[in-house]
């Protein structure tokens, strides 16, 4: 089974990851890491699939906030649902991460984890992308799962850290990036342990845990992997700590930001966007030595689907 | 290189053991489990090595209060630290839980997690057991690390599941038990990501974020790992939720006990200690299917100490 980085175009980028893949593989390097501290983590909205025009978790949320609006009647004339239910994206964003918040308890809560489970992959395998048609799990990027297994194939172990819900990602993400689920961190609700009819099950309750975003990313990378990552790849300011993490072991530390510059092919975005700020990360890639990564200029191919499309 | 039990004497134990690893390994057999969902959790504290007198991360805490009570000259006349000064065990454990944890957090907060780790080192590598006068990292057992082997070799992820602290657990559980931090899963206070003189760092917060015994263990597993384990192993009621949790899944589920009956080589207890308490978990493990492992009868020798001395 051979590994490459066949959708990447030679670049900048491309050569950067080469070089840092060889530098700490390379047992007579000064940088070589040995291949259980071989860490690498990766954000998961905007830098392994697509996050507009919404979190693809956040159209969960608001296809659960109507499938459950029978039992709830007042959510048509209570704020946040009212904008959730008509997707008025405006008044929603006006709410801003409480308004979100409030809806994910809403809808994330009040069942078991296995419900939870069958609830998420039954949506994954029928909603559609408001604007492309496809299924959302067609929506990750061919080269980041490329860069995945390249990084496995040279004895790392790969980690998704994402501001999204941890059971959320965990349905899909070993069928879809490789990353099983005891690799992945995100943020999570609280549950609590019962034995229901003999039966003993994890309840979901309508209460955060933990928010993994921001300061909160090495907070988690440190709980759940307990070691510094040496490679850390992300798409916005809610990266920023965990690149500082990252580069403030004593190793390598390599960090890449994704830029969504491609209005064609994906989405093109940034400053103006709710989704994926990335006004400070972008402003301090250079003197930090983070490599930018390009959509429309490092990338020949951006979405798997088109890929085994052309394959077919 | 070749993996054995060779700790284990022949008799019921053991060959459950390798009926169960035969039985999940084998592609033919009802009970296959594919590589990726083969995990196995483990208690630390009386199941991976000793407990008695007291949790040896109790006695840490116990060194810890004395090596910071300068700073605290009021500990010498306010509970529990008096009584840990003094090693007034009676009055200790009339304390309960509740004055453990409140040591807990007055020892192993207020510092980085970098500060702690050191710590930690410190005291492993100096410390001795009041009894054996050995180092504590001498008194693993041999045949549970024969047994982690034996699984490892036949692709069984291994997790530590503690209510010991998680970040105390993985100064040594790569070293000593083969286990990378990635998988230790225990018990943890809050840390908090700040930037200190442009250098980022983790503040060990005195407050606890997850006590992980008895009905948190399951929820950790989840948190932690994602995925049911298929085994587990523990010696106290603190393990029963997480063997009623591993029991529930839709496969095999495969629970051992480990009894420690053995005054002359480690300890006997049980009913009549604070530590280790087994009560429910030995009554209904018949009923259960849970193997009990009674360390005088099954283990051909206890500490890998032993081993290593026999072998020079």
Same mark, same amino acid.
């Given at each position: 089974?051979?590994?490459?980085?066949?959708?990447?175009?030679? *670049?900048?980028?491309?050569?950067? &990851?080469?070089?840092? $893949?060889?530098?700490?593989?390379?047992?007579?390097?000064?940088?070589?890491?040995?291949?259980?501290?071989?860490?690498?983590?990766?954000?998961?909205?905007?830098?392994?699939?697509?996050?507009?025009?919404?979190?693809?978790?956040?159209?969960?949320?608001?296809?659960?906030?109507?499938?459950?609006?029978?039992?709830?009647?007042?959510?048509?004339?209570?704020?946040? +649902?009212?904008?959730?239910?008509?997707?008025?994206?405006?008044?929603?964003?006006?709410?801003?991460?409480?308004?979100?918040?409030?809806?994910?308890?809403?809808?994330?809560?009040?069942?078991?984890?296995?419900?939870?489970?069958?609830?998420?992959? %039954?949506?994954?395998?029928?909603?559609?992308?408001?604007?492309?048609?496809?299924?959302?799990?067609?929506? &990750?990027?061919?080269?980041?799962?490329?860069?995945?297994?390249?990084?496995?194939?040279?004895? +790392?172990?790969?980690?998704?850290?994402? *501001?999204?819900?941890?059971?959320?990602?965990?349905?899909?993400?070993?069928?879809?990036?490789?990353?099983?689920?005891?690799?992945?961190?995100?943020?999570? &609700?609280?549950?609590?342990?019962?034995?229901? %009819?003999?039966?003993?099950?994890?309840?979901?309750?309508?209460?955060?845990?933990?928010?993994?975003?921001?300061? *909160?990313?090495?907070?988690?990378?440190?709980?759940? &992997?307990?070691?510094?990552?040496?490679?850390?790849?992300?798409?916005?300011?809610?990266?920023?700590?965990?690149?500082?993490?990252?580069?403030?072991?004593?190793?390598?530390?390599?960090?890449?930001?994704?830029?969504?510059?491609?209005?064609?092919?994906? +989405?093109?975005?940034?400053?103006?966007?709710?989704? *994926?700020?990335?006004?400070?990360?972008?402003?301090?890639?250079?003197?930090?030595?983070?490599? $930018?990564?390009?959509?429309?200029?490092?990338?020949?191919? $951006?979405? $798997?689907?088109?890929?085994?499309?052309?394959?077919?």
């Amino acid at each position: 089974m051979s590994y490459h980085l066949n959708s990447w175009r030679d *670049g900048a980028a491309k050569q950067a &990851i080469l070089d840092f $893949v060889n530098r700490v593989s390379d047992k007579s390097s000064p940088d070589f890491v040995p291949p259980s501290e071989r860490i690498a983590v990766f954000d998961n909205d905007g830098t392994l699939w697509s996050e507009q025009p919404f979190y693809f978790q956040g159209l969960f949320v608001l296809d659960r906030v109507r499938a459950l609006c029978d039992k709830h009647p007042e959510w048509k004339t209570t704020q946040p +649902f009212q904008a959730a239910l008509e997707r008025d994206w405006k008044t929603l964003a006006g709410f801003g991460e409480k308004g979100l918040l409030e809806l994910v308890m809403a809808t994330h809560g009040g069942m078991t984890t296995d419900e939870f489970t069958a609830v998420v992959n %039954d949506w994954l395998a029928t909603a559609r992308h408001p604007q492309t048609r496809k299924p959302f799990t067609e929506m &990750i990027y061919q080269p980041m799962l490329e860069l995945l297994d390249y990084l496995r194939a040279n004895d +790392f172990k790969t980690f998704i850290v994402s *501001g999204g819900g941890i059971e959320f990602i965990r349905t899909f993400s070993e069928r879809v990036y490789g990353v099983p689920p005891e690799q992945v961190v995100g943020s999570s &609700i609280i549950t609590q342990y019962e034995v229901r %009819d003999g039966k003993p099950t994890l309840a979901r309750l309508s209460q955060l845990n933990f928010l993994d975003d921001r300061e *909160g990313k090495p907070v988690a990378i440190n709980q759940h &992997i307990g070691r510094r990552p040496i490679a850390a790849f992300g798409n916005s300011d809610g990266d920023f700590q965990m690149f500082e993490w990252v580069n403030g072991g004593s190793g390598a530390g390599f960090c890449m930001l994704l830029h969504h510059d491609d209005a064609e092919r994906e +989405f093109a975005y940034g400053k103006e966007s709710a989704a *994926g700020r990335l006004d400070r990360a972008l402003a301090e890639a250079p003197d930090r030595g983070w490599t $930018v990564i390009s959509i429309k200029n490092d990338w020949r191919r $951006v979405y $798997v689907a088109d890929t085994m499309q052309k394959n077919s």
